[in-house]
């Protein structure tokens, strides 16, 4: 089992923009898939986007592609969310989450909470005027 960090959330305007940073402890990090997701109040988990051990694969929601960036730097354990563009919908606690299990390039499965076993404790992101 692996802890992870998040950090970076606070409020920002619309429009603004946002770099979120989760830390894993352990040694393994390089081979985890790692996803982030979000929770706003009153509303399911949802997923956000996902990058595979290598970093080579990323995926993302409808709702942030083009908007977002998940990247990861094996040096520092962390995998990061870039966000741009932000608008008051994407309100939320945004958690990273850990995987020991590989999917292959574009998989469905990054996109489900349960094929994760390890979360953070998540960070506030507000985006109101």
């Known amino acids: 089992q692996v802890q992870l960090v998040e950090s970076g959330g606070r409020w920002v305007q619309p429009g603004g923009s946002l770099k979120l940073s989760c830390v894993v402890s352990g040694r393994t990090f390089n081979t985890y898939t790692m996803g982030w997701f979000r929770q706003a109040p009153g509303e399911e988990r949802e997923f956000v986007a996902g990058?595979?051990?290598?970093?080579?694969?990323?995926v993302y929601a409808d709702s942030v592609k083009g908007r977002f960036t998940i990247s990861r730097e094996h040096t520092k354990n962390s995998v990061y969310l870039e966000m741009n563009s932000l608008k008051p919908e994407d309100t939320a606690v945004y958690s990273c989450?850990?995987?020991?299990?590989?999917?292959?390039?574009?998989?469905?499965?990054?996109?489900?909470?349960?094929?994760?076993?390890?979360w953070g404790q998540g960070t506030q992101v507000t985006v109101s005027s």
């Open positions: 990058i595979s051990w290598s970093g080579f694969d990323t």
């Open positions: 989450a850990a995987t020991k299990r590989t999917y292959y390039s574009g998989s469905k499965q990054y996109f489900s909470a349960s094929n994760y076993e390890d």
